[in-house]
Antibody, heavy 123, light 107 residues
Framework: QVQLVESGGAVVQPGGSLILSCSAS????????MHWVRQAPGKGLEWVAF????????DYADSVRGRFIISRDNSKNTLYLLMNSLRTEDTAVYYC????????????????WGQGTLVTVSS | DIQMTQSPSTLSASVGDRVTITCRAS??????LAWYQQKPGKAPKLLIY???ILESGVPSRFSGSGSGTEFTLTISSLQPDDFATYYC?????????FGQGTKVEVK
């Protein structure tokens, strides 16, 4: 069974930076596109960022573009999210998510989710 | 941007009821729609993608239908484990818009 384990969530001040990690196992990580999706407390789901299986293509939600960077290390089966210039509205549980597609085509839907890591931006 | 609107926001039902949740897109999205179930404190779980394809392991009481701008998720006979919040999501070509969610609660 696919396993995704996030880490790195913390309380950080506005304007600060944080890096989230996601350790993937029990599937061929290097063959799949990956995403980060977040959920503010008591709110709905918001897609944050996408990275192609080989890192060749990335995309971001408008709300984080220019501040967040998604990356991956296929040799370590690990996905990352570097978050800069954090704002209070970035407070959320961040989920590492596997794309439901394949090398041939991105599915743009999410078939496996990690348990999430909480990022709180507060002074 | 394409907007996704779910209705109702909350649905009260009893075990054994047939439950239907609607998701409407602000413009045609063909069949590029997924449905997720989320329980409190847990990560969402994929139920259906491409409007009607049941994810492996999901009980057959769940079904999805629709195309274009109107879609439905149906639970044929609500079970105790099904009380949760359900989200639709447009999935295609760098579009990942979620609906606002429908909470299915005990009547």
């Amino acid at each position: 069974q696919v396993q995704l384990v996030e880490s790195g969530g913390a309380v950080v001040q506005p304007g600060g930076s944080l890096i989230l990690s996601c350790s993937a196992s029990r599937f061929s990580f290097s063959n799949y596109d990956m995403h980060w999706v977040r959920q503010a407390p008591g709110k709905g789901l918001e897609w944050v960022a996408f990275i192609r299986y080989d890192g060749s293509n990335k995309d971001y939600a408008d709300s984080v573009r220019g501040r967040f960077i998604i990356s991956r290390d296929n040799s370590k089966n690990t996905l990352y999210l570097l978050m800069n210039s954090l704002r209070t509205e970035d407070t959320a549980v961040y989920y590492c998510v596997k794309d439901g597609g394949s090398i041939a085509a991105t599915g743009y839907y999410f078939d496996y989710w990690g348990q999430g890591t909480l990022v709180t931006v507060s002074s | 941007d394409i907007q996704m609107t779910q209705s109702p926001s909350t649905l009260s039902a009893s075990v054994g009821d047939r439950v239907t949740i609607t998701c409407r897109a602000s413009q045609s999205i063909s069949s590029w729609l997924a449905w997720y179930q989320q329980k409190p404190g847990k990560a969402p779980k994929l139920l259906i993608y491409k409007a009607s394809i049941l994810e492996s392991g999901v009980p057959s009481r769940f079904s999805g239908s629709g195309s274009g701008t109107e879609f439905t998720l149906t639970i044929s006979s609500l079970q105790p484990d099904d009380f949760a919040t359900y989200y639709c999501q447009h999935h295609n070509s760098f579009s990942y818009t979620f609906g606002q969610g429908t909470k299915v609660e005990v009547k």
